[in-house]
């Protein structure tokens, strides 16, 4: 499987941005999918993640009510929307895919990585 992020840019606080990935290769529909993002002198940290059989969605605590995790199976593709953006989501956002992970929101279960895409919001 092989993954590209876009959608990143600059946005004032309070903006919303919407990324997409695109798969190519092996359909997504058997592999579950997340989101994580590394901001400026941070470790890699899950944002949002959601299973391949029945589309359970989850949400670090700092973006619930904010982000929006969705996959469209037919055009083997994974959405972030994100609304109501802070400074400190400003981040390098990556997707990526699993097959049976342990922790949907673990990024040492993930194996397969897009480029990422950087999101900025300036205060």
């Known amino acids: 499987v092989q993954l590209q992020a876009c959608g990143g840019g600059l946005v004032q606080s309070g903006g919303s941005l919407r990324l997409s990935c695109a798969a190519s290769?092996?359909?997504?529909?058997?592999?579950?999918m997340g989101w994580f993002r590394q901001g400026p002198g941070k470790e890699r940290e899950a944002v949002s993640s959601?299973?391949?059989?029945?589309?359970?969605?989850y949400y670090a605590e700092s973006v619930k009510g904010r982000f929006t995790i969705s996959r469209d199976y037919a055009r083997n593709m994974l959405f972030l929307q994100m609304n109501n953006l802070k400074p400190d989501d400003t981040a390098v956002y990556y997707c990526?895919?699993?097959?049976?992970?342990?922790?949907?929101?673990?990024?040492?279960?993930?194996?397969?990585w897009g480029q990422g895409t950087l999101v900025t919001v300036s205060s």
């Open positions: 959601i299973s391949g059989n029945d589309g359970t969605t």
């Open positions: 990526a895919a699993s097959l049976f992970p342990k922790d949907l929101m673990e990024s040492t279960e993930y194996d397969h």
């Open positions: 290769g092996p359909t997504l529909y058997d592999y579950d």
